[in-house]
């Protein structure tokens, strides 16, 4: 005769929830004990980890706090038993009720998330000085995630702080670009780590994607290797909904071992090898910080995308990039018109191009005061001053006769011998 438990020391509450998953029966010890599974003491969770309420009051104040959960044969079959005493029975099949026959006794054993779902989710986020988000961000998977771990490299704020105290796992790692750093992290994870999930900390995962995380990994086959999501832009406070940007399409959750974030500096994705799953349910983009911080912050991206833009014509690195037109992804999609047809354009005109594009066809100039100011400085600004950065990158090869790696060096700064 099978009997698998779980022994937990608790009050008298009076609701007890139960949850079969993986032939194992578990009990609540609160809230806290059970993030996505459970709230208010009420569980709530499609096959195939089944879940049933027991309201069961509490007879007397000297109830017992022992309490033993335990399945006997069968999966079907499960029984509450409370010492001294009571005995009471639920059966996941109404026709097939019994007693448990032995229940065995051993030290208590502390409950864990992990254990709950078929599936775990790690979901990591990179960070530096993200005070005003990660609290956001971390809340917003608090419900789905069995641990977060933040990757920070170097924040002098409170950044680290506020992590820990959310309850996150806090690695530091030295900065070169977000896909070696995404990288290392993945390489630091729990070898337990069934899915990822990718968040950036100024993101939030909203309550629908939540729900469909929580409700779809379990469910899906083993091939399935890879989950697409919306995310979607908010800006100065405004959604943006035109322009033709948003939402996108991305690839933000992976299987454990099946996904790694492409080596490239700028506007990298993450790749896997195998099918992948569509979820409906957005990432929201909601940054906090000032327009100074926004403009300072793409500068930084437009020497970062020069260096990828330089590559494409020297080829001085590996080059690995999501571009494809068969695959039908927007992600593939884009990459391949601005690696294909966008690159090949003049500089400068290429800009005022795409910008017209955005804000005249595809109508972004019914975003409002708001949705202007993106598309303007998103599509056109940062747009011409990746192409001015590029123009000065050539300019000082030719005049000074060196290589693109040492110009780059030279000019924008950056060491793409370390990336």
């Known amino acids: 005769m099978a009997l698998d438990f779980v022994e937990s020391s608790r009050p008298c509450a009076g609701t007890l929830g139960l949850v079969w998953c993986n032939e194992r029966i578990f009990v609540n010890k609160g809230p806290k004990y059970l993030g996505s599974l459970i709230g208010c003491d009420q569980w709530a969770a499609p096959d195939p980890c089944r879940v049933k309420p027991i309201d069961m009051a509490c007879p007397r104040a000297e109830a017992p706090a022992s309490l033993v959960v335990a399945i006997v044969g069968d999966p079907s079959t499960i029984a509450v038993v409370w010492h001294p005493g009571s005995v009471n029975f639920l059966s996941l099949d109404p026709g097939r009720i019994a007693p448990i026959v032995v229940v065995v006794r051993k030290p208590e054993w502390e409950i864990g998330r992990r254990e709950f779902c078929r599936m775990s989710l790690t979901v990591v986020i990179l960070t530096k000085n993200e005070e005003r988000h990660i609290e956001r961000a971390l809340v917003s998977v608090s419900e789905i995630a069995d641990r977060c771990v933040v990757v920070d490299s170097g924040s002098d704020d409170r950044t680290v702080e506020l992590a820990k105290a959310a309850g996150a796992h806090v690695l530091a790692n030295e ?72 939402p996108i399409r991305v690839l933000r959750l992976f299987r454990h071992g099946a996904g790694r974030c492409e080596d490239r500096w700028m506007d990298e994705h993450v790749l896997v090898d195998g099918k992948t799953a569509d979820l409906s349910g957005e990432i929201i983009d909601d940054n906090q910080n000032s327009l100074t911080w926004w403009t300072e912050k793409h500068n930084g991206y437009a020497s970062r995308e020069v260096v990828d833009l330089l590559n494409l014509e020297y080829g001085f690195m590996d080059h690995e990039t999501v571009a494809d037109l068969r695959g039908g992804h927007q992600a593939g999609v884009k990459r391949w018109l601005k690696e294909k047809v966008y690159a090949r354009l003049p500089g400068g005109t290429r800009a005022f191009a795409y910008f017209l594009y955005r804000y005249v066809v595809r109508l972004g100039f019914l975003d409002g005061k708001e949705g202007t100011a993106f598309h303007v400085l998103q599509g056109f600004w940062y747009r011409y001053l990746v192409d001015m950065k590029l123009h000065e990158v050539k300019s000082y090869m030719r005049a000074n006769g060196v290589n693109a790696e040492t110009a780059i060096r030279d000019v924008l700064g950056i060491e793409v011998g370390s990336g």
């Open 175 to 246: 900065w070169v670009n977000y896909a070696i750093q995404f990288n290392w992290a993945l390489n630091q994870l729990n070898e337990d780590t069934d899915w990822i999930l990718r968040l950036d900390a100024d993101e939030i995962v909203t309550p629908k994607l939540a729900t469909q995380i929580r409700t779809t990994l379990p469910k899906l086959s083993a091939e399935t290797r890879g989950g697409f999501v919306s995310r979607r832009m908010f800006f100065l406070g405004r959604p943006i909904r035109r322009g033709g940007v948003f």
